[in-house]
Every structure is written in structure tokens, then in C-alpha cells.
């Protein structure tokens, strides 16, 4: 199979370059198409001679991603299934708020853990995404959202299909790309990445010092509830996430956001309110309590609005800064923990 000429730095397409007998300055302008300007044919690269074109046509290909399909839901949220070049199909999420224009990406074909309240869990995981292709998505969401919406992208949150740290060199270099002036050049104070919390891997993010946000779904405040709805407890339990979070903070300086979906008469009580305030004290953080999104499996209901506003109050009240996160997209299956590539 051919390579994707994307995965190549911009030091290795010169050294290419300088094999096939071509100046450096088309390694650049070659580099300019593939990520500034995003190109997913070498024929788009009309400032390159036809002979050069071929030549790359012949070593190369660029494995863009297409979107399969869309929908759109009645809040505007617009859900996206992006056809991969394997044939796979992984999923993204455009969401209009005001002025804020957040695409929610996927960084794996499917996923390897198994929470308990998430529909991608039932997907197998297939495979890592190449970093390109984490990029392709934020491309076309962006593009997307100046169509339908005349603005442009203006956050990125990796909480889409599959657990980003499980895909860490992918993510990173996505990251890189989406953030360097070579590629789209947006501010790492947009993006998020959103983990259920693998503690090596989060002490890891913080050495490499990105400086993007940090999400966390933390979800239960106990080890025992906590595992019921997310195996990976088992062996990344609340200590352990909250001495990384520790970590985190010592070298980033930056508030971590701890995610909490509200089950009915599960973790919902004042004991849970309580315990919460504790674990999250331990470092400074925010909470959002997110609005479940029923799957198939029947395992949890949602706590009603009014018991979610109670909760909120109590943590409130332990001097905890928390916020309810209202769902997007419910009625396409793009909200959070449903997208399991259902088309309609
Ligand atoms: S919540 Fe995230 S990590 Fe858990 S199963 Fe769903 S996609 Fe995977």
C-alpha cells in the first residue's frame, strides 16, 4: 500500500524531494496543500508542475476521510458519519452555541472500553486513527460550520468515538498540526481532550505540555459505583486519576473540568454530592453535570431537572464551582455517549 504522504514532517518530504531530484521549496509549497490548505488530491496542487504531480501520484496517496452522511438536528447540532479509507465510519459532531462553534472529533474506529452509560461501547475497537485523519475531521467540521452557520470553527473537543490517550502519538500530532501556523493555527486554549482517565497517560500529557484543556469523566464518587459504570476503574481508580490531575495541575497550571453524568437514583443523593466535593477539592477543578442520554442497554435513567438543579445547589453550597451541561443533538444520537454510527 502506498503511504499517505501526510504522515511524512515537513524534513522528510524535503529529503524525498531531494531523491526524486526536486527543489525543497516544492517539499514546502507540497506541505502548504496537504494542511494549510488542506488539498486531497496531488492534481489540486496547481503551482507544481504535471511531471512532479505525477511523481508523487505514483509513490503517494492521501487517505482523505469523506463524509458519508450527515444530519441535523432541531438545536442546529449536526452530526457527521465520515467514511474512513479501510470503509470504516466513525463519527463527529458540529455544535452551534452563540458564537462558540465546537466540533466534538473521534480519535479511534470504535473503542476498547466498555462504559457502562456509552453507546460507542457496543463498537468494537478497529483500529487507532492516523493523526491525519483526526485532522481531516476538524477540516471538514470546520468547513461545515461556515456553510451552514458563516462561522468558523471555534473549539475542538476530543470526546468523540474511541479514548484519546489509548491513541496517544495520533492525538498529540493531531494536536500539534490543528495548533501549528503550518496547519489551521488555532489557539491549544480551544481544544479539549476528554479522558475517562488513564493516570500514566495524563501525567504524560502534562510533560509534553500541550496546553490544551483537560476533561475528566469521573462520573461516581465512590470506587464501587465508579467501577459499575466504568471498568477502567479497575486498574485507574479515583486515587490514582486524582494523583495525575495532581500532577497535571503541578505542571500545566491548568483547572481541570471534571465530568459528571447524572444517573438517577445512583449517584445523585447528598452522600454522592458530598463525597463528590471532596475528591474534587483535592485539586482545582470544575464540575459539569452532564444530562444522561438513554441508550439501548436500559442500565441508567436520568435524573429529572429538578433533582439535577438540587444537586447542583449542594455542591454549590460545598464551595464547588459546577455548571449543568444541557444535552445537543439528542434527537439525532450526536449528544454525549451516543454515537454509535446509527444513521436515522
Ligand atoms: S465513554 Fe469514551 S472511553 Fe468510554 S466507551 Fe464511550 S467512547 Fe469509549
Redesign the pocket.
Known amino acids: 500500500m502506498k503511504k499517505d504522504i501526510r504522515s511524512l514532517s515537513e524534513e522528510q518530504l524535503i529529503a524525498v524531494f531531494s531523491e526524486i531530484g526536486e527543489p525543497k521549496y516544492r517539499a514546502k509549497q507540497v506541505h502548504q496543500w496537504v494542511w494549510q490548505k488542506a488539498v486531497h488530491s496531488f492534481q489540486e496542487m496547481t503551482n507544481l508542475p504535471k511531471a512532479t504531480r505525477q511523481k508523487l501520484e505514483e509513490q503517494f496517496e492521501i487517505r482523505a476521510i469523506t463524509i458519508e452522511h450527515q444530519q441535523i438536528s432541531e438545536d442546529g447540532t449536526i452530526k457527521f458519519g465520515f467514511r474512513v479509507f479501510d470503509d470504516e465510519l466513525i463519527e463527529g459532531v458540529l455544535i452551534p452555541k452563540g458564537d462558540r462553534m465546537t466540533a466534538c472529533i473521534s480519535s479511534q474506529v470504535g473503542?476498547?472500553?466498555?462504559?457502562k452509560?456509552?453507546?460507542?461501547?457496543s463498537l468494537d475497537r478497529k483500529r487507532n486513527l492516523d493523526f491525519f485523519e483526526i485532522y481531516d475531521q476538524v477540516v471538514l467540521v470546520d468547513k461545515a460550520a461556515k456553510e451552514h452557520y458563516q462561522k468558523p470553527l471555534t473549539n475542538i473537543v476530543y470526546m468523540?468515538?474511541?479514548?484519546p490517550l489509548l491513541n496517544y502519538a495520533n492525538v498529540k500530532r493531531s494536536i500539534e498540526m490543528i495548533t501549528s501556523p503550518d496547519g489551521l493555527g488555532m489557539s491549544p486554549k480551544r481544544i479539549t481532550l476528554s479522558t475517562?482517565g488513564i493516570a500514566k497517560m495524563i501525567k504524560k500529557l502534562a510533560d509534553d505540555d500541550l496546553k490544551i484543556n483537560l476533561a475528566i469523566?469521573l462520573h461516581a464518587p465512590t470506587n464501587q459505583k465508579r467501577g459499575q459504570m466504568?471498568p477502567?476503574n479497575e486498574s485507574n481508580d479515583i486515587d490514582a486519576v486524582v494523583d495525575a490531575l495532581d500532577y497535571w495541575y503541578e505542571k500545566t497550571k491548568s483547572r481541570v473540568t471534571h465530568q459528571y453524568v447524572m444517573l438517577k437514583n445512583y449517584n445523585e443523593s447528598e452522600e454522592d454530592a458530598k463525597q463528590l466535593a471532596e475528591i474534587v477539592k483535592r485539586i482545582p477543578s470544575k464540575v459539569n453535570l452532564i444530562e444522561y442520554n438513554p441508550i439501548d442497554n436500559g442500565l441508567f435513567e436520568r435524573t429529572s431537572g429538578n433533582r439535577a438543579m438540587n444537586f447542583l445547589r449542594m455542591l454549590e453550597s460545598k464551595n464547588v464551582i459546577a455548571n449543568i451541561r444541557r444535552s445537543r443533538g439528542k434527537d439525532i444520537d450526536a449528544a454525549c455517549?451516543q454515537?454509535a454510527n446509527k444513521n436515522g
Request: aromatic share 4%.
Open positions: 473503542c476498547s472500553l466498555t462504559c452509560f456509552c453507546a460507542t461501547a468523540g468515538m474511541g479514548e475517562v469523566s466504568m477502567i455517549g454515537l
